[in-house]
Every structure is written in C-alpha cells, then in structure tokens.
C-alpha cells in the first residue's frame, strides 16, 4: 500500500518550481497533499479568526488555509519566497511580514481575538522560537507546529523520564501540549535525514478564579517570577546528572529544599512543573543563601 505521505503535489519539472532549497534557513517543503490536508484539518482554521503563519515558503499549508480563511499573517526570512509570495496572493489576502521569526513581536497581532499561529517550523531554530513564542503566550489561542519528532517528544515527555528537560518545564509551564501525528521524511522535499511530528499547543489558564470572583493563582501553578523561575529550571537540567543540592546551591541549601519537600540528592528530571513553580515562589522572596566556604 502507498503510504498517504507518498501522494505528492504533480508539479511540471521541479516540485519546487525552481527555488534551490537552502539549508541555512531550514527549508524542506511539504510536498505530500495528503499530509497538508491533515495539518490544515487539524488547525480548523475557521473564518474571522487571526491566522499567524510561520515560514510560508512555497506556500504549501498557506494556500489550502487561504481556502478556508480570507486573510493571513505570515513571517519569511528568505527574500526570494517573499517576491513569490507577494506575487501570488495580493496584500489584501496575505499579509507578508519579512524578517526573523525570532524577533518578530506576535502579540502586536492580536486584534479583535486570540492568535492562531502554525507553521512547518525550520528546524535548526525550533527550541529558541519555541521559547520566543512562549513570551507572546497570553495572546494565543492555539498553535500548531511541524518539528523533529525527537524535539516533540522532549517538549511533552514526562517527569522521571530522559527526554524531560528545560524545554519540557518551560512549554509545560505555558501549555497543554500534544503529539497529533508522525510525519515520514518522504513527505517534504528535499527530504529531511529525520522523522517529523505534528504537535498542538494551547495555552494554560494559569489565572484561576475564586470563590469571590476575583483572580487568584494556585501556588503550584503561576510562578510569581517567571524569570526566577526560569533561571532555576535552566540551573537545575544545565548540568542534568548533578543532584539539586548543587546544581541550586546559589538558589536554596539543603535544609530549603528539604523543608519544601524536596529531596536534596534528586536529579533535575524527577521534579515536575509544579515542583519548580513551587521552588521558585518560596523563592521570591527568601534572601539568597551565603556561598559556604
Ligand atoms: N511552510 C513551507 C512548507 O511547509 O513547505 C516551508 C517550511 S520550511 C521547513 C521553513 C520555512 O521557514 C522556510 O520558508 C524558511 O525560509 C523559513 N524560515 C527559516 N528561518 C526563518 C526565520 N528565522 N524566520 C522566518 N522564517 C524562517
């Protein structure tokens, strides 16, 4: 049986209509129709609602959305696919923001709604986009990405395990996180040498509501800091085999960490998100341990 991946887009000549791929902005196109209409079917892009496109390329996912949407946001660094891009469909269809995703500020897109944003992501820049989303995280209303099946698994592996690590508590701590469906090498050209994954993220109420209507945030869900928080999540996995009671020794000494329930000879993988939350508001505003000579 032919894999659906195998049904590829007919193009006269080159599928990619004469554009030389180029590896230092990550490029492989989507070719396989049957793998696009399972990406668009899984955004559900519906009318009215603010899609973001990150790296439109050939236009792959951006055409079959323009078909259920009447306008896009997209962000390309390569000039040549903007000149196509901007050939192709006119500026009141898509609008083509040219630069960096990675300095490009999302939130100023949010108009009347929550953002969409999706893309088949380059992958040489996936882990520092992921993060640079996550800042733009209280605009979204969801997203959906193409990544290395292996930066997938890290991104929702669990406590305990060894694809747990930073970027697993940091996206944890913004989003709900899921594994749609695997994509095979063969659906992009030019192929790439791994396996791909399609994955959905939305956002986290972190905001809960309490019983007099106001908003309150349970203690092991928002961190007070969150760049506090961040800076002991990247202490804790940058040297992953250590025990907390040294790789957080300029954060907490032992007698702190035992009195929060946490046990100092633990390695940075057995602590969950709430465990990390939770250390760094007792934290916040607890004086910094003396260095011990
Ligand atoms: N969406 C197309 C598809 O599925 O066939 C192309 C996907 S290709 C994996 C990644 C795209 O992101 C390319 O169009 C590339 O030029 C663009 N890109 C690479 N780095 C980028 C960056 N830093 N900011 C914005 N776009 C980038």
Known sequence: MVH?????????????????????????????????????????????????????????????????????????????????????????????HEGDALDFDFSALKRAGPLKIVGNLPYNISSPLLFHLSESATVVHDMHFMLQKEVVDRMVAEPGSSDFGRLSVMLQYHYHMECLFTVPPDAFEPPPKVMSAIVRLIPRDKKKVGADGTAQSADNETAKDEALFARIVAAAFGQRRKMLRNTLRSFIDEAGLTALGISPTARAEELGVGDYVRLANALKNAPTPQPQT
């Open 4 to 96: 659906p991946a195998n049904k590829k887009i007919s193009q006269p000549g080159s599928q990619l209509r004469g554009h030389v791929a180029r590896k230092r902005f990550g490029q492989n196109f989507l070719v396989s129709t049957a793998i696009i209409q399972e990406i668009v079917d899984a955004i559900a892009p519906r009318a009215g609602e603010t899609v973001v496109e990150i790296g439109p390329g050939l236009g792959a996912l951006t055409e079959p959305l323009l078909a259920r949407i009447d306008h896009l946001q997209v962000v390309e660094i390569d000039r040549d696919l903007i000149a196509r891009l901007r050939q192709r469909w006119p500026a009141e269809r898509l609008t083509v």
